[in-house]
């Protein structure tokens, strides 16, 4: 099922600046879509038309076959929003904002207590359930307000930028969160710049730079979009005559090949040519070098296009 | 009214009297409106001699009909049956703008209005809640404020002249029909200026245009141009509720979320 359609979607905010630009895309139930670009891309923006917060200036958008702009309340009912702007009350004690916004969601004391002891204590919170938000340092307010969104069970997700102050303990502990959700059949749609963390935990990706859509699919596609060499790190007694490498220390060097076919030959080589192998393993292009890449690829083309 | 809503207006209302600046002023004003100013009214009337006072000819100056009586009963008839129905007034402008501006634009300044919008509530039910936490409280200060200052007035006429001057039905005007009306009429104007107020202060000012009137009755009581009364109160409490309906009806059409976020 398709749980979140974007078709030409275009968002031009008054004084004319265009934040989305022509944007279509399709996230599958389930999947963790990572909404990938530096600061003042559009993602927030995406997340702000996708939950009814901003109209469309061109194009559509549906989640789970709603209309965010038409049924916004019932589109709020089955998704949990985390973004940087949307705080809870600093008078009120963690357990207090949680059972608060259970009540809005139409959750009844017992089962809002429940549940929001239940997400406190997976997300290490339990000690400061008692505490006001007030206390509270920016990764525990950022983990509460996972656990607001997460409240009611919601069938979409959309966090934008979950892990960013938090330590590397708890970003994990968020990242398991995350897998495991899916894995019951939530979607996640999930807004970073750090595209390393992207990569842990996304099983598909839309690229988006100044408010356009670079790519979108899973990691094989956006490579194979970039290029489909691979690096093999080595560190042999010697290299072969006719091979190609890069040395990268004593004794280590780099070989880039088109498949993986080719690593045992490169072995068989240097073997043959009476050498030893202490090492090797093969890099294949990370999500970085590929965002950086369509950067490029994409700026080419519109110079080109200027011209 | 559901549950959902019935949450809302009770955390609004806990923030208001967890907000120690916000409630500092609800507290002050009434206190001062409805304890300090009568107070010393009734004391200066009561201890001042008839001979070194000029309430002859001030009572000359109004235009009431001739009473008959102690002159000093006289006075403080006015003082609590036409003096401070008016100035009383100021207390649900001001707790209800302040209780206005703190659930639209405080909730805005503290990032806490964009996560209540991803609620399930509706953008009219949202609104409905918030108006309803400020007329309570605006409400539930008045009342108070009231019992509160009829307790002190009572005891302080009974105390200095032996006798007691029970309220006129100006009051009953001024607590079921004016007092309800204002109050809804100044969180209209609160809430209609929120979108375009960044601070809790910025919204609360656009109320303050509603103690201009009031003034005006103060000033036209004591130069003798207008007299308070009920007739006049009615007529005042009637156009007010008129108005009052009139921006609550158009308030929440007007309103969008990204209107709100902005």
């Known amino acids: 099922m398709i749980a979140v359609l974007i078709e030409n979607l275009s968002k031009i905010y008054t004084g004319g600046n265009k934040a989305v630009n022509d944007i279509s895309l399709a996230v599958n139930q389930g999947e963790v879509f990572g909404f990938l670009g530096p600061n003042g891309a559009g993602k927030t923006t995406t997340i702000k038309l996708l939950c009814g917060m901003l109209t469309p200036s061109n194009g559509s958008c549906r989640v789970f076959d709603l209309d965010p702009a038409q049924n916004p309340e019932k589109l709020h009912q089955l998704s949990g929003v985390m973004t940087e702007h949307a705080q809870m009350y600093d008078h009120l004690t963690g357990l207090d904002n949680l059972i608060f916004f259970g009540t809005l969601f139409g959750m009844n004391m017992s089962e809002c207590k429940k549940r929001a002891n239940a997400l406190l204590n997976r997300l290490n919170l339990t000690y400061a359930g008692q505490r006001r938000l007030s206390t509270y340092s920016t990764g525990m307010r950022q983990r509460l307000s996972l656990a607001r969104a997460m409240l009611h069970s919601p069938k979409i997700l959309f966090l934008d930028e979950p892990t960013s102050g938090l330590d590397p303990e708890s970003a994990q502990n968020v990242n398991t969160l995350i897998q495991e959700l899916a894995a019951s059949g939530t979607t996640i749609f999930l807004c970073t710049h750090q595209l390393r963390y992207a990569q842990e935990i996304c099983t598909t990706y839309g690229l988006i730079s100044e408010g356009s859509l670079l790519a979108t699919g899973n990691i094989e596609k956006l490579r194979s979009m970039v290029s489909s060499k691979l690096t093999v790190r080595l560190k042999a007694s010697l290299i072969p005559n006719g091979m190609v490498y890069e040395k990268t220390g004593e004794d280590t060097y780099n070989i880039t090949v088109s498949s993986e076919d080719e690593i045992p030959l490169i072995i068989k080589g240097i073997v043959g040519a009476g050498g030893d192998v202490y090492h090797v393993s093969a890099d294949q292009i990370p999500l970085e070098e590929i965002y950086f890449s369509l950067i490029d690829m994409n700026n080419g083309k519109m110079e080109r296009e200027n011209l | ?262």
């Open chain 2, 1 to 262: 009214m559901n549950k959902r809503q019935l949450a809302l207006i009770k955390k609004d209302i806990r923030s208001i009297t967890s907000n120690k600046q916000a409630f500092m002023v609800i507290l002050i004003v009434p206190l001062a409106l409805t304890i300090v100013l009568p107070s010393i009214l009734v004391i200066v009337t009561a201890l001042v001699p008839d001979s070194a006072s000029d309430f002859q000819a001030l009572l000359d100056m109004l235009p009431i009909t001739a009473q008959e009586g102690d002159q000093v009963q006289i006075i403080l008839g006015l003082v609590l049956n036409k003096i401070m129905p008016v100035f009383f007034l100021l207390i649900p402008i001001m707790a209800s703008s302040v209780m206005a501006a703190s659930s639209f634009v405080g909730e805005k300044e503290k990032n806490t209005l964009e996560t209540l919008l991803y609620s399930p509530l509706s953008l009219k039910q949202l609104f409905q809640a918030k108006i309803l936490a400020g007329f309570s409280v605006g409400m539930i200060v008045s009342f108070i404020s009231f019992v509160a200052m009829m307790i002190v007035l009572q005891i302080e006429m009974l105390i200095l002249t032996g006798a007691v001057i029970l309220p006129d039905i100006s009051w009953l005007i001024i607590m079921l029909l004016i007092a309800p009306s204002i109050s809804l009429v100044s969180i209209g104007i609160t809430v209609r200026g929120s979108a375009k107020s960044q601070t809790m202060e910025e919204a609360q000012q656009r109320a303050v245009f509603l103690v201009f009137p009031i003034i005006g009755l103060v000033v036209g009581q004591f130069t003798g141009i207008i007299l308070v009364n009920s007739w006049l109160l009615l007529g005042i409490g009637m156009v007010l509720a008129l108005i009052a309906a009139l921006i609550i009806k158009n308030i929440v059409g007007k309103f969008t979320y990204e209107k709100l976020l902005k």
